[in-house]
């Protein structure tokens, strides 16, 4: 991807007016309040696109103080006003989903220390790479990265199928054809869980249970030990806690991608001064 066509376009109309392009600068970037840091990688392609003599000292994933230095880099100042803003957006909306997802965990944890937090693949279209990659520094874990990485039945597909024999036929078939994968099926009442359990599924999504139904569900682990059960739906930082005390596996979520993005300072000054 590259971020820098996107932003400087064919040249830097201020810079170049104002004739500073070739003064020497340098360039720091710091968090106003403490976040979860992420956007490292990414950023560092610019600088180095761009020639920019750079020294990180913080790292994807670390908990990164009030006016803590991220970063700090030397250039002349065309090269600077390039890697700027793009640079400074990267570093907000990436630590925000990172910072976020880092509190569900938390919280999560704090209930029940072997429990998952994951995201759904609701993310934005072009930006899974980005959003998915500040999940994981801030704890989190992929639900699923696309079709193509797991099986998961919604009432979509149940939607085809004339009858619960057609239906039995087909899950059977599905779990030979794909023998090494854990087929999950997303369910709303217990009488489908019951079901879907009975009929050999790994995992049941529990849609938009209130809590005394999913806690009926987890109980379901009783009669069927290798089940694994998640929450899912409307789950976000100040409900996380109660859904973990359900007793489910793993939590699937799309709240951090809308996390909103933190404020990171960026100051430049000219450095022959």
């Not at 590259?2 to 004739?19: A, K, P, Q, S, V």
């Not at 340098?26 to 968090?31: D, E, G, L, N, Q």
């Not at 959003?131 to 994981?136: D, E, H, I, S």
């Not at 793993?250 to 990171?264: C, E, G, Q, R, W």
């Amino acid at each position: 991807m590259d971020f820098l066509l996107e932003d400087i376009g064919y040249f830097d109309l201020t810079t170049h007016g104002l004739g500073i392009g070739d003064k020497k600068g340098v360039m720091s970037f710091a968090p106003k309040a403490e976040i979860v840091l992420c956007g490292t990688d990414e950023v560092k392609e610019i600088l180095k696109k761009l020639d920019i003599a750079h020294t990180f000292f913080k790292k994807n994933g670390d908990r990164v103080m009030a006016n803590e230095t991220i970063l700090e880099c030397k250039s002349d100042a065309a090269s600077l006003h390039k890697a700027w803003k793009i640079s400074q957006n990267i570093f907000e909306y990436m630590s925000g989903i990172a910072t976020y997802t880092n509190k569900l965990v938390k919280s999560a944890k704090a209930i029940n220390p072997s429990i998952s937090v994951s995201t759904t693949r609701k993310n934005f279209p072009g930006a899974k790479k980005l959003m998915l990659k500040a999940v994981m520094c801030g704890g989190g874990a992929p639900h699923r990265l696309g079709l193509y990485d797991s099986v998961l039945i919604f009432e979509q597909h149940l939607n085809f199928f004339s009858d619960k024999a057609e239906l039995e036929r087909g899950f059977k078939e599905l779990k030979h054809n794909f023998i090494e994968r854990k087929i999950a099926v997303e369910v709303d009442n217990f009488e489908q869980a019951s079901y879907f359990a009975s009929l050999g599924a790994d995992i049941l999504q529990c849609e938009k249970m209130d809590f005394e139904l999913l806690k009926k569900c987890v109980k379901l682990k009783y009669e069927f030990p290798y089940l694994l059960l998640s929450a899912t739906g409307g789950i976000h930082e100040k409900n996380i806690a109660d859904f973990a005390e359900c007793g489910v596996d793993f939590i699937v979520t799309s709240s951090p991608y809308h996390a909103k993005p933190l404020d990171i300072k960026v100051t430049i000054k000219e450095t022959n001064r």
